[in-house]
């Protein structure tokens, strides 16, 4: 599985971005997709995931309600809306595959990095 991640920017406090990840490599609606994040000097962060059945579920109440997981199978990409967005936001936002359920995220992008300033 290939991942490309992208939509990452700088953006003030209190903004939106849309991040997208396209995957190629195997049948898109097969996988379980995840978003990640890891700001400077802390470990990597699941944000959430949205299962191949469209289950969703969002592990941090730091971005419940601002955060919105998605997916669109005819484009094989997921998405991650992100609004009202904080300094603390800063990290580097990853997208992940699982390719069989339980197994883990074993499939990685590349990363995109997203500032929000002050």
């Known amino acids: 599985v290939q991942l490309q991640a992208s939509g990452g920017g700088l953006v003030q406090a209190g903004g939106s971005l849309r991040l997208s990840c396209a995957a190629s490599g195997r049948t898109f609606s097969r996988l379980d997709m995840g978003w990640f994040r890891q700001a400077p000097g802390k470990e990597r962060q699941f944000i959430g995931g949205?299962?191949?059945?469209?289950?969703?579920?969002y592990s941090s109440d730091s971005v419940k309600g601002r955060f919105t997981i998605s997916r669109d199978n005819a484009k094989n990409t997921v998405y991650l809306q992100m609004n009202s967005l904080k300094p603390e936001d800063t990290a580097v936002y990853y997208c992940a595959a699982q390719v069989v359920a339980g197994q883990g995220y074993r499939y990685w992008g590349q990363g995109t990095q997203v500032t929000v300033s002050s």
């Open positions: 949205i299962t191949r059945s469209g289950d969703i579920t």
